[in-house]
C-alpha cells in the first residue's frame, strides 16, 4: 500500500538535501507516493504568497510532510514560515533526538542518545503581549502556559518513552523562580508522571540541566519542557552529537505531523552540491517511525552510520570532500 506525503523541497540548499533523501527514500522502499509542494521564497516568486493555500490543504489531506528549510525574507512585516506552520496546524510537540554518531567531530566521542520534547505552541513566543515603552527604555514580553499545553506535551513525551523502550522522563523548568507559569508546567507534569509508574520521572531546573548536559548527557533519556527552554537546550545537544548536518526534528499535532532538518538554507554553500543531507535523512527515518514503519527507519539510521563509520563519501561538514548524492548514494548502497 502506497502512502502519500507532502514533500516541500524549500530554499537554499533545501532542493539539493532533498533530492538526496528521496533517492535514499525509494531505495528503502517505504511505498511513498510524493505530492510535491512550494513554500518559501520559492512560492513567493511563483504564486506571491510564503505559503500557498494548495500547500497548506495538500498537508491537511496528507496529515504527513517532509519539509526542506525555507527562508523568510529579512524585514517586509514577514513572520517565520516555520512558525506560522506550526501554529496553523497546531504542531504542538517538536520531537528532537541527539545521538552520537560515528567519525563525528564531538567532544564526547559516543554515549549521548537523548530526545527532547519542547513544547511548541506557548510559553514565551507568544506574538502578542510584546511592548517596548514609547521612550525605548522599557521592553515587555509576555508568556503563557495552560494546564491543557503543559498536560498534552508532558504526556507526549510519557508516551514516547513508552513507545521507544525509553526509561526515564526528565521535566526541565524554574518553577523556583518563575512561579506561575514554569510552576504550573512543574505542576502538571508531576499529575502526567504519576500516571506512568514504569517510567522513571526526575524534575530538573533548568540551569543545572545545561550543566549536567555538558558534564554528563548519558544520564538523560527523555527531556520534555516549555517552548523557549527546549529550543535552547535542543541546539545544546545537537552541539554535543557533532552539530547541525545532523540534527532531525519533527513536529507533530492530532492532525498532521512535518518532518525536518533543525538546520536552515545555508546560502553560503547553496547550488554546491556539498550540503549534509544526513539531518533531512534522519527526519525522514523519524517520519517512518510516525508512519508506521519502524523498521524501515531503523534500516535507513543502519544505513547512516554505517556509511559514517566508513567514511565513506562524507561530506566537508564531517571532514570530506564527497557531495550530497554522493553521500546520499553511499548510504543507499547500505540498505
Ligand atoms: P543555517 O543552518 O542555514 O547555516 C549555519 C551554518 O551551518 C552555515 O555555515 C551553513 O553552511 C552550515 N550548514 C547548515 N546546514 C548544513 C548542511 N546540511 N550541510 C553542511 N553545512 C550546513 O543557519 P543561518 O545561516 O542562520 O540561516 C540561513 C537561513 O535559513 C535564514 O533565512 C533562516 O531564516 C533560515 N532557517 C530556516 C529554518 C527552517 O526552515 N527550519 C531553520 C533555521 C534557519
Known amino acids: 500500500m502506497t502512502q502519500k506525503i507532502t514533500v516541500i523541497r524549500g530554499d537554499g540548499i533545501g532542493p539539493e538535501i532533498m533530492d538526496a533523501t528521496l533517492h535514499v527514500l525509494d531505495k528503502v522502499g517505504a511505498g511513498l507516493e510524493y505530492e510535491?509542494?512550494?513554500?518559501?521564497?520559492?512560492?513567493?516568486?511563483?504564486?506571491?504568497?510564503?505559503?500557498?493555500?494548495?500547500?497548506l490543504d495538500s498537508i491537511a489531506r496528507n496529515k504527513v510532510a517532509l519539509k526542506s528549510p525555507l527562508s523568510t525574507p529579512i524585514g517586509g512585516g514577514f513572520t517565520s514560515i516555520n512558525v506560522s506552520l506550526r501554529r496553523h496546524f497546531d504542531l504542538y510537540a517538536n520531537v528532537r533526538p541527539a545521538k552520537s554518531f560515528p567519525n563525528t567531530k564531538t567532544r564526547f566521542g559516543d554515549g549521548v542518545d537523548l530526545i527532547t520534547v519542547r513544547e511548541n505552541t506557548e510559553g514565551a513566543y507568544l506574538a502578542e503581549g510584546q511592548e517596548v515603552s514609547a521612550d525605548g527604555l522599557t521592553a515587555v514580553s509576555g508568556?503563557?502556559?495552560?494546564?491543557?499545553?503543559?498536560?498534552?506535551?508532558?504526556?507526549?513525551?510519557?508516551?514516547?518513552?513508552?513507545?521507544?523502550?525509553?526509561?526515564?522522563?526528565?521535566a526541565v523548568h524554574k518553577a523556583n523562580i518563575i512561579k506561575s507559569t514554569s510552576g504550573l508546567f512543574l505542576g502538571v507534569a508531576r499529575e502526567v508522571a504519576a500516571n506512568y509508574p514504569d517510567i522513571e520521572f526526575q524534575e530538573m531546573i533548568v540551569d543545572n540541566a545545561c550543566m549536567q548536559l555538558v558534564m554528563r548527557p548519558e544520564q538523560f533519556d527523555i527531556l520534555v519542557t516549555t517552548n523557549l527552554f527546549g529550543d535552547i537546550i535542543s541546539d545544546l545537544c545537537a552541539g554535543l552529537v557533532g552539530g547541525l548536518g545532523l540534527a532531525p526534528g519533527a513536529n507533530i499535532g492530532e492532525h498532521a505531523a512535518i518532518f525536518e532538518a533543525v538546520h536552515?538554507?545555508?546560502?553560503?554553500?547553496?547550488?554546491?552540491?556539498?550540503?549534509?543531507?544526513?539531518?533531512?535523512?534522519?527526519?525522514?527515518?523519524?517520519?517512518?517511525?510516525?508512519?508506521?514503519?519502524?523498521?524501515?527507519?531503523?534500516?535507513?539510521?543502519?544505513?547512516?552510520?554505517?556509511?559514517?563509520?566508513?567514511?565513506?563519501?562524507?561530506?566537508g561538514d564531517l571532514g570530506g570532500s564527497g557531495t550530497t548524492m554522493g553521500f546520499a548514494e553511499a548510504i543507499a548502497s547500505r540498505l
Open 36 to 55: 510535491f509542494a512550494d513554500a518559501g521564497v520559492v512560492a513567493l516568486e511563483k504564486h506571491g504568497d510564503l505559503m500557498p493555500k494548495e500547500t
Open 143 to 170: 508568556s503563557r502556559i495552560t494546564r491543557k499545553g503543559s498536560e498534552r506535551i508532558v504526556r507526549y513525551a510519557f508516551e514516547l518513552a513508552r513507545s521507544t523502550g525509553r526509561k526515564k522522563v526528565t
Open 264 to 315: 536552515g538554507t545555508a546560502p553560503d554553500i547553496a547550488g554546491k552540491g556539498i550540503a549534509n543531507p544526513c539531518a533531512l535523512l534522519l527526519a525522514a527515518a523519524q517520519m517512518l517511525d510516525h508512519i508506521g514503519q519502524p523498521q524501515n527507519a531503523e534500516r535507513l539510521r543502519k544505513a547512516i552510520v554505517a556509511t559514517l563509520e566508513a567514511k565513506d563519501s562524507l561530506t
